[in-house]
């Protein structure tokens, strides 16, 4: 077998930190998650989605840096979406879910935007049927124009948890891929692609989203003076 | 809110059969699963796994109508992938995972060639970092020229379960996709997607790929006569 390792050692990318799994790093947060979802999930299914999201992520990641600390996001999210679909934790105020194909534009303002303008009468989540690494710079921009910061966010495939967990599912432009559960409505938007167009376009989409996210969010959550 | 109501459902999605996610089906999927692996995983664990599996598998499809017998194979692939690595289950021989970008060409000929070689002396799996909709036609055609059907293979998302339970990681230029754990082998193959080629670069592609795979069976499973 010495002619096998030493063949296999000349590949070896276990010297390449940044390829590695940040095991223990994971596993630290996994441990912390599952103490604040004790009594709801299993260390095991915490520890199952922590690693599953850091793979997930990575799939469409450039910058490995931060991956760790957006897969313990990410899992956190995801574990707070199951338990409110599954009835363990309450859920307060109606779920939105925005989901487009790369997660890195339109589904990101939507959400956003209904935070925004919601002011904690609403929650928001987005998720992407193929997402990229990154959020597009120029959506970052037109978005800082409303005092929106969307620097600390970043694409997310679709999952089924939180799909599960919404109450309004929007979905711009992914086609089929968004499963539909029953007892949920469904709202698809037409909307163009801010990907690769110039500020003025992003700011036209941005702004459309806007409106349709008030007028959503005054169905939602109907005011009362 | 009659007005709400009346706005969303024009858009409802829930009178077209096919986008509906086939709830029932994946909870008996899950059911099945979940006395096969009792002692090893919780039913919730389980049952994890079947709907993600649907949701992952669902993204990259075209068609929906086998997804919940598909996500079911996969769910239980990942499991015993997952019981594996955690030693719940015993690893008889060595575990050999390959990686391609689509799991549609390269990877699932690999697999299904050291599966075909190794006579049950290694067991192989396949994965995508951007899996597609389906194996491609004319690979199809290749490895049935060399008696080896793949017509009921899928491609599948690179999940952190099989790269767990692996012992050697091929890869195929998916990058730096796959997060490498300690304790692995990894090596990385320079090879052509077969991908939109002619069937003669199919085939030379193809015995490319099984000649390494033999080369790699030597080494893994020394012969003894």
């Known amino acids: 077998m010495s002619d096998v390792n030493e063949e296999l050692r000349t590949h070896d990318r276990r010297d390449q930190p940044e390829l590695l799994m940040p095991e223990a790093v994971l596993s630290r947060t996994a441990a912390d998650l599952a103490s ?16 599953e999201s850091y793979t997930a992520l990575r799939l469409h990641a450039k910058v490995h840096t931060h991956l760790p600390t957006l897969a313990g996001r990410f899992a956190a999210d995801r574990l707070t979406a199951l338990a409110q679909s599954q009835g363990a934790v309450p859920k307060t105020v109606p779920e939105v879910l925005f989901i487009c194909v790369h997660n890195s534009g339109r589904s990101q303002m939507a959400a956003a935007l209904l935070a925004h303008h919601g002011l904690g009468r609403v929650h928001s989540r987005s998720a992407g049927s193929a997402p990229i690494d990154a959020i597009a710079p120029i ?45 949920k409505r469904y709202l698809d938007w037409t909307l163009d692609d801010p990907d690769g167009q110039p500020i003025e376009d992003v700011r036209r989409i941005r702004d459309d989203i806007d409106s349709r996210v008030r007028e959503l969010l005054g169905q939602l959550v109907p005011t009362t003076d």
């Open 36 to 51: 604040k979802y004790a009594g709801v999930f299993s260390p095991q299914t915490v520890e199952r989605y922590v690693f």
């Open 139 to 183: 959506v970052i921009e037109a978005m800082g124009e409303f005092g929106i910061d969307l620097g600390s966010e970043f694409p997310k495939p679709l999952t089924d948890d939180v799909v599960a967990a919404a109450d309004v599912v929007v979905s711009m432009g992914c086609g089929e891929a968004c499963p539909v559960y029953p007892g």
